[in-house]
């Protein structure tokens, strides 16, 4: 069967404009008045069902948050919990481990870079020293005891 394949066989997802020429369909003049009421019974039940839910799960969240005032559990605290286990979660990941591995190679790469810099420096100074005291000596300013 070829992807290129038209009609009953396509494949492809349908996009808003074809979901408009769907939604543009009268259905009403396909099935029959007792369908219809069979269709309108069913939706009547299937909105009385979903208001009873909302109001179970509204009861619920409120004996939820009554349970979480008598443990003393408050936002804030939940919010650090979240925090400390999604910083924990992060932390054992291969990523973060490799990245932090990485970083902490560089880290350690930069530090005996600027060590070395530092010493390169100190070096310098001291060879500037010395060469400033050989001139002075040289020209009989400063005597070495």
């Given amino acids: 069967m070829e992807p290129q394949a038209q009609g009953l066989l396509e494949t492809h997802s349908l996009h808003e404009a074809d979901e408009d020429v769907v939604t543009d369909v009268d259905f009403t003049n396909v099935i029959s008045e007792?369908?219809?009421e069979e269709l309108k019974i069913e939706l009547a039940k299937l909105?009385?069902?979903i208001s009873t839910l909302r109001q179970v799960l509204a009861a619920k969240e409120k004996?939820?948050?009554e349970i979480k005032q008598k443990l003393g559990i408050s936002l804030m605290n939940e919010l650090k919990q979240n925090f400390s286990k999604s910083w924990h979660d992060m932390q054992t990941t291969s990523a973060y481990k490799k990245t932090h591995?990485?970083?902490s190679h560089a880290g350690q790469k930069a530090t005996a870079a600027i060590?070395?810099?530092g010493t390169a420096i100190?070096?310098?100074f001291g060879d500037m020293r010395h060469f400033d005291?050989?001139?002075l000596c040289m020209?009989?300013?400063v005597t070495i005891s």
């Fill in 34 to 36: 007792e369908e219809k």
């Fill in 47 to 49: 909105e009385d069902e």
């Fill in 63 to 65: 004996h939820l948050v």
């Fill in 101 to 103: 591995e990485t970083l």
């Fill in 115 to 117: 060590s070395n810099v």
């Fill in 122 to 124: 100190s070096k310098k």
């Fill in 133 to 135: 005291l050989l001139q």
């Fill in 139 to 141: 020209c009989g300013v």
